[in-house]
């Protein structure tokens, strides 16, 4: 089991506060059995949902991606930037090898996060001219994260999995 984030080193009030927010759904892929890490709830000729294995590999690239932006200053989505970022081989490793890919994820995040120049630091996006300060584009993560944290929450119902005491006060 990988070493506990040390989230010591981050001295802005409301990059705490974003971690805090967002670490609550990563609990999910810690408990999903292994052995479900490719279940798909809907498995149809029409319709396929996604596996715990793609959601979490989905999550790794936004998280990576967020913090690449905010390290360079322009947010970028598309082909190039999940080559450069996620490495092939993710999609057959086994749950503790993609547990310690989702650590060290976490912990560039708590790095990024701890940087003394966070709270002024800015990242160029599509959707206006302006940059925006980079703890908002970080919440934008946290908003995505949460899309994912209903549909854990449904998947571990299906599952008959134990909900998660922080997610139980949550989300009933």
Known sequence: M????D???????????FLG?????REFYRRVPAE?????????KTRRSDSPRESLLHQLFVVRNYVYSVKTGVLQWG?????????????????QRLLDEMHKTEQELVDLLALADIDERTVKVGWQDEPIPAIRLLHSLNDHEILHTGWNLALMDHLQMERYPALSRLWG
């Open 36 to 44: 479900k890490l490719d279940y798909r709830m809907v498995d149809t």
């Open 79 to 95: 082909e190039e930037r999940q080559v450069l970022l996620m490495a092939p081989a993710l999609s057959r490793w086994g749950k």
């Open 7 to 17: 989230r010591s080193r981050i001295t802005s009030q409301e990059a705490k506060r």
């Open 2 to 5: 990988p070493a506990a984030l």
């Open 21 to 25: 927010a967002f670490m609550m759904n």
